[in-house]
């Protein structure tokens, strides 16, 4: 014979420990149909999600919410939700603006294959493209490079920079690296040893070489 036990029978044959609930949603209270703050004319049953239990329970509503402009102070269950759609719309509008105008600084950034500090030392700067590179075999202290200018970002000299033009650096000093760099350069006065800035006899690297004289080798920032 089975005895139908009641709620008391059923509790002190399971035992008194209480069951832990594991769901994500224990923070949630459940609101019955027809509860007294629900307006008149809507019948139905939902989740109302305390401020206290936003933290606890769903902690990304707290960064989401106001992100979206939709915070606690502005959004409501079955309310009138105009004015948050409103100024959500006026945020992404923002945003866009932001990220655009990032994008064209950053264009510009990586199309800028010169730097304004190096150029303030320089008669002229190129982008050129190194054909080769030779000794000067009347003095051994030169190196003579023949390149092809790709871009003129720079020219204070009267003279016009053609198909091919040979600089010079210092044979114990960095020069001109191959394939494409940005250069920087002075007239230099060989008779007398020294930079003559436009009047010059040869068109030097600046320093005669090194890391003030290239830039941006193969569209890089750095020197090498």
């Known amino acids: 014979m089975i005895i139908a036990q009641g709620k008391r029978g059923t509790s002190a044959a399971l035992g008194s420990e209480r069951k832990m609930i594991c769901s994500p949603f224990s923070g949630l ?13 809507r019948v139905g049953s939902g989740w109302a999600l305390p401020r206290a239990a936003t933290s606890a329970a769903l902690p990304w509503a707290i960064i989401l919410l106001p992100l ?11 309310g009138n939700n105009q004015p948050s759609l409103k100024h959500s719309c006026n945020s992404m509008k923002t945003i866009t603006v932001v990220l655009l105008i990032v994008c064209v600084v950053l264009a510009h950034a990586q199309d800028k294959l010169f730097d304004d500090a190096k150029a ?7 982008r050129v493209h190194r054909v080769h590179a ?5 003095d051994s ?8 200018p790709q871009q003129v ?5 009267i003279e016009r920079q053609g198909h091919t033009i040979n600089v010079h ?5 960095d020069g001109v690296p191959a394939g494409e760099s940005t250069i920087y350069i002075a007239k230099y006065d060989v008779p007398n040893r020294r930079f003559d800035q436009t009047n010059g006899t040869i068109w030097m690297l600046v320093e005669g070489g090194g890391t003030n004289a290239v830039s941006h080798v193969g569209g890089n ?4």
Do not use: H, I
């Open 221 to 224: 920032a750095g020197f090498r």
């Open 134 to 138: 030779r000794p000067v075999v009347s």
């Open 141 to 148: 202290s030169f190196v003579r490079y023949t390149v092809t």
């Open 29 to 41: 209270a459940r609101q019955p149909a027809g509860a007294p703050n629900q307006k008149k004319g």
């Open 169 to 173: 650096g210092f044979s114990d000093r």
């Open 153 to 157: 970002y720079k020219n204070e000299s």
């Open 120 to 126: 303030t030392n320089a008669v002229a700067v190129l």
């Open 68 to 78: 979206w402009g939709a915070g606690p102070e502005n959004w409501r269950p079955g």
